[in-house]
């Protein structure tokens, strides 16, 4: 039965992660979550959908890689980023393949990237793209679609970039219409291909993230090194972690550091933990000393 394996978090539990399965959207889970006696909702991070969900969450409960809270919880003392790392590396060990995994992002992040200057609505509609057998159809949505939708679409037809990195991103997530990932890819495209940055950073997490694509690195070394030479720590960071495995591209430790260091300077604390973190878990020691010579890590 397919499912997703998600990673969440609550203000109230301070430095503690939760590591969850759900059949259904996660952010749904979370919600009942945030009825069951907490002062603050959980926030959904980051989500795996794969084939065996409780298997792999039962599994990397019993990481020694991680330290559970309380016994019998689903609360870990670790980051986000470590129980992210320890649910692929139980995945892989168990050989449960994962057919999609994506950072999830709250709707004040989602209005915050907003740069139409048309305000977002709430998504009337969340299907897992029915172009896709490995997705599930949501029978709760109701069948229609939204205005919000049909107007970034004008605007986008006619050339608008703004719009058309809306709407891939209204495609990707299913918010006002069918969730379709080949359509997201090419609104993507026309918006990334004139500049937009946003738009370059979701299309090369696309091709580096969905096993669907059969994670095409070579595009996704294209639109992270555009989006990187534009400053964007995300890309930047993504583009140094690909040197580092060869992944795209011939592996070359320099270049690698060389991008870490770039999105140190340019990221916030959670870049910056994301790459102490991937350099950490693979003892790139080299990477750290250079890294930690050029700015200061929280």
């Known amino acids: ?10 203000k109230g539990f301070e430095d503690l992660v939760k590591i969850g399965c759900s059949e259904r959207d996660p952010k749904k889970r979370a919600k009942e979550l945030s009825t069951v006696g907490t002062v603050y909702p959980c926030v959904i991070k980051y989500e795996f959908l794969v084939n065996e969900p409780r298997l792999l969450e039962q599994t990397v409960h019993n990481s020694p890689n991680l330290k559970r809270e309380v016994e019998n919880r689903e609360w870990f003392r670790c980051t986000v980023d470590e129980a ?4 692929k590396e139980v995945a892989e060990q168990e050989n449960i393949p994962i057919l999609y995994e994506s950072v999830v992002e709250s709707e004040k992040a989602s209005k915050s990237k907003n740069q139409s200057g048309v305000k977002k609505k ?53 918010e006002g219409i069918d969730r379709d990932y080949q359509k997201a890819i090419e609104w993507y495209q026309k918006a990334a291909e004139q ?46 972690n690909m040197y580092q495995h060869g992944q795209g591209v011939c592996r070359n430790l320099k270049e690698a550091e060389n991008w870490y260091v770039k999105a140190l300077e340019n990221g916030n604390d ?19 000393r250079t890294c930690s010579k050029s700015t200061v890590i929280k």
């Open 1 to 10: 039965m397919k499912g997703y394996v998600y990673v969440a978090t609550n």
């Open 84 to 87: 992210i790392v320890a649910i």
């Open 122 to 174: 709430k998504p009337v509609r969340k299907l897992i793209g029915k172009h896709l057998d490995i997705f599930e159809y949501d029978k709760d949505a109701p069948n229609k679609i939204s205005k919000d939708f049909l107007e970034r679409s004008n605007l986008a037809k006619r050339g608008n970039t703004n719009s058309q990195y809306e709407l891939g991103l209204m495609y990707q997530l299913g």
């Open 195 to 240: 500049g937009n940055m946003n738009a370059q950073i979701n299309l090369g997490r696309m091709f580096y993230n969905v096993s669907w694509l059969h994670k095409n690195y070579d595009e996704a070394v294209k639109w992270f090194s555009k989006a990187a030479e534009q400053d964007n720590a995300e890309a930047q960071y993504y583009l140094a």
């Open 270 to 288: 959670e870049i910056k933990r994301r790459v102490v973190s991937a350099c950490l878990n693979r003892n790139t020691n080299a990477i750290l």
